[in-house]
T-cell receptor
């Protein structure tokens, strides 16, 4: 069974702290994604990665950075957390396999609900 | 770039009634289309996907969706709602470029009344 895990389900941090959100997938997927989810806004892409050590900005990268040192792990970093980064963070992965449709199907982790006070 | 519109942020139905959740996308090029479901405090789970084969796609839990190119729509239906269907539903479309990105709608929360 495919699996994407995230290091924490709930996290409370103070303004200005450096925050690390970890995501691990066991499907040998090449692509990994970080989204934030806010009511009424759906999922917005923060960063994504097609390969180890590669990263690309999504729609809302400001205030975030990422790291992908190993294929299975994709970390989201909030350099200096702010209250407007209070949100649900979702990690996903997908394959670059031969079947075109399969490349787009994303598998999601359970999410991390981050509160910044 | 693609965009996805989900009409209705909240839909309320009675148990046993028809469920209809609407999704329209922007591209003239037939994309790949997905419906995901999210139960409270969980991640997203794939319900079904359209990948240019049959236009009527059957998914899990009795849901199905029909791809209509002329209407650029991919509405989700279920003949008879169950209390366990209460969740948030997201429509997503693949980006038309060579990336692997999905563009998500803003979501529709389905409420099922007893």
């Amino acid at each position: 069974d495919v699996k994407v895990t995230q290091s924490s389900r709930y996290l409370v941090k103070r303004t200005g702290e450096k925050v690390f959100l970890e995501c691990v997938q066991d499907m040998d997927h090449e692509n990994m994604f970080w989204y934030r989810q806010d009511p009424g806004l759906g999922l917005r892409l923060i960063y994504f990665s097609y390969d180890v050590k590669m990263k690309e900005k999504g729609d809302i990268p400001e205030g975030y950075s990422v790291s992908r040192e190993k294929k299975e792990r994709f970390s989201l970093i909030l350099e200096s957390a702010s209250t407007n980064q209070t949100s649900m963070y979702l990690c996903a992965s997908s394959t670059q396999g031969r079947r075109t449709s399969g490349r787009h199907e994303q598998y999601f982790g359970p999410g991390t609900r981050l509160t910044v006070t | 770039a693609q965009s996805v519109t989900q009409l209705g942020s909240h839909v309320s139905v009675s148990e046993g009634a028809l469920v209809l959740l609407r999704c329209n996308y922007s591209s003239s090029v037939p994309p790949y289309l997905f419906w995901y479901v999210q139960y409270p405090n969980q991640g997203l789970q794939l319900l079904l996907k359209y990948t240019s084969a049959a236009t009527l796609v059957k998914g899990i839990n009795g849901f199905e969706a029909e791809f209509k190119k002329s209407e650029t729509s991919f509405h989700l239906t279920k003949p008879s709602a169950h209390m366990s269907d209460a969740a948030e539903y997201f429509c997503a479309v693949s980006e038309v470029d060579s990336s692997y990105k999905l563009i998500f709608g803003s979501g529709t929360r389905l409420l099922v009344r007893p």
